[in-house]
């Protein structure tokens, strides 16, 4: 989980304090149980939406030492870098594609599988594969009326190493919108 989320927003979202998660988890012997398992454990617990339950679980993998922050559930990891945009998500996505069309690279890593575009009422998503085996799903949604917000998420690194490299180039890359 993102140390983003703070004890506050647990506090506020689920209506207990990190604490008692962790001692409610604990109590359950999820220790023992795979990511799924307590996902669905925390989803019967009453004021624990599905998103919340995915990020309990994960604070508490991290905490036992299941994985680190960024590592997936697979054991890879990924990182995302959002940014607000005025105008409509559609705007957002054209701006993007303006940026990303005669690249056939990021970061000196090839693209691997071309660019797909495709829509949702409330998502538009850009989405290719780079050669080293990682994949990137870029996110436009509608956050007011007049703003978007975009969240470029670099998905199946291999290592930890790679995540704040990765991070600070995806920062820079998108400053030029």
Same mark, same amino acid.
């Given at each position: 989980?993102?140390?983003? *989320?703070?004890?506050?927003?647990i506090a506020d979202a689920t209506g207990h304090s990190w604490s008692h998660w962790r001692d409610f988890l604990q109590s359950q012997q999820a220790g023992l149980l795979d990511h799924q398992a307590i996902v669905r454990l925390l989803r019967g617990q009453p004021g624990v939406s599905d998103w919340w339950a995915q990020m309990l679980t994960v604070r508490f993998?991290?905490? *036992? =030492?299941?994985?680190?922050? =960024?590592? $997936?559930?697979?054991?890879?990891?990924? @990182?995302?870098?959002?940014?607000? @945009?005025? =105008?409509?998500? $559609?705007?957002?996505?054209?701006?993007? @594609? =303006?940026?990303? /069309?005669?690249?056939?690279?990021?970061?000196?890593?090839? *693209?691997?599988?071309?660019?797909?575009?495709?829509?949702?009422?409330?998502?538009?998503? %850009?989405?290719?594969? @780079?050669?080293?085996?990682?994949?990137?799903?870029?996110?436009?949604?509608?956050?007011?009326? $007049?703003?978007?917000?975009?969240?470029?998420?670099?998905? /199946?690194?291999?290592?930890?190493?790679?995540?704040?490299? %990765?991070?600070?180039?995806?920062?820079?890359?998108?400053?030029?919108?």
């Open positions: 989980m993102s140390q983003a *989320i703070s004890e506050q927003a993998e991290q905490s *036992i =030492g299941r994985r680190v922050t =960024g590592q $997936d559930c697979t054991g890879q990891f990924k @990182l995302s870098v959002n940014k607000t @945009l005025a =105008g409509s998500m $559609d705007q957002a996505l054209e701006l993007w @594609l =303006g940026l990303v /069309q005669a690249r056939s690279e990021f970061n000196q890593v090839q *693209i691997s599988k071309p660019p797909a575009v495709s829509q949702s009422a409330k998502w538009r998503y %850009w989405r290719c594969a @780079l050669a080293d085996g990682s994949r990137l799903v870029v996110l436009f949604s509608q956050k007011t009326a $007049d703003k978007a917000q975009m969240s470029v998420q670099h998905e /199946q690194l291999k290592a930890e190493a790679e995540l704040e490299p %990765w991070r600070r180039y995806w920062k820079d890359f998108t400053s030029a919108l």
